[in-house]
Antibody
């Protein structure tokens, strides 16, 4: 059974860097795209970006200048860094898995990240 | 403002049929890219409901069905049950914005 378990700091001040990590248990790490998706409180879903097992990345154009997604294949983990956060970055952040040309089939439990001065 | 447009809310009585629309444009659904649907229960991560327009993952009841035509897609739920009360999101690929979602539709079972 595939499980995605995520963690990271939940409270940040404006201008700080958001950092989250997602660990994958129970399945292959290669052959998939590993994604981050966020959801502001009471609002809809927004794709942040993704990385494959080879390290190739795709980012949401609206966030591209501030986002870095990296992969750590030896640990079956991948990470998200979002620089210069503002209130607008307050959201539940989910990690998720998808195959090429397929939707996300497994999701992490979500991490609420609050940006507040 | 989401790239894919969904009605904010729909409702129906138990046993009834409801549909949720998802309207895009020539750069996403109209370009032939697949539409997927997710169900999100309160406080939980989204769950894949329909993939590639019409396909149900294992374990999803056949009460749920999807379709796509032109620049739009639809999710239909028949035999509505109280447990179907949730938020539903469509998702596709856009040639400029890459992976995009609809704004979400809240389904209320009366």
């Amino acid at each position: 059974q595939v499980q995605l378990q995520q963690w990271g700091a939940g409270l940040l001040k404006p201008s700080e860097t958001l950092s989250l990590t997602c660990a994958v248990y129970g399945g292959s790490f290669s052959g998939y795209y590993w994604s981050w998706i966020r959801q502001p409180p009471g609002k809809g879903l927004e794709w942040v970006g993704e990385i494959n097992h080879s390290g190739s990345t795709n980012y949401n154009p609206s966030l591209k200048s501030r986002v870095t997604i990296s992969i750590h294949t030896s640990k079956n983990q991948f990470s998200l860094r979002l620089n210069s956060v503002t209130d607008a970055d307050t959201a539940v952040y989910y990690c998720a898995r998808r195959l090429a040309s397929r939707p996300w089939d497994y999701w992490g439990q979500g991490t609420l990240v609050t940006v507040s001065s | 403002q989401s790239v894919l447009t969904q009605p904010p809310s729909v409702s129906g009585a138990p046993g009834q049929r409801v549909t949720i629309s998802c309207t895009g444009s020539s750069s996403n659904i109209g370009a032939g890219y697949d539409v997927h649907w997710y169900q999100q229960l309160p406080g939980t991560a989204p769950k894949l409901l329909i993939y590639a327009n019409t396909n149900r993952p294992s374990g999803v009841p056949d009460r749920f069905s999807g379709s796509r035509s032109g620049t739009s897609a639809s999710l239909a739920i028949t035999g509505l049950q109280a447990e179907d009360e949730a938020d539903y999101y469509c998702q596709s690929y856009d040639s400029t914005l890459l992976r995009v979602f609809g704004g979400g539709t809240k389904l209320t079972v009366l």
